[in-house]
């Protein structure tokens, strides 16, 4: 039960939400346009920055080849539309 307690006392820290886009111009893909969710601690600091992407949408097939590219280059015709 305490441990239940504790984790229910975590998530009523993160009180203050606050969201909005941002457009990030990757060299090798493009523009990615994605979601930034920031949650900040009550009486802290403490932020914590989420960066999403609309599920199925060309900015989530945009992060998702980022993720697997890593170094490589892409030439014009090879970036998604």
Sequence with gaps: MASSQGRLGLTMAWLIPRSNSKTI?????GP???DCGVLTVAGSDLRL???TAEPSSPDANRLRLV??????KLSA???PT
């Design 25 to 29: 111009d990757h060299p090798g893909v």
């Design 32 to 34: 990615i346009t994605l």
């Design 49 to 51: 920055v989420v960066y």
């Design 67 to 72: 993720q697997v590219i890593g170094l490589q």
């Design 77 to 79: 015709r090879d970036r």
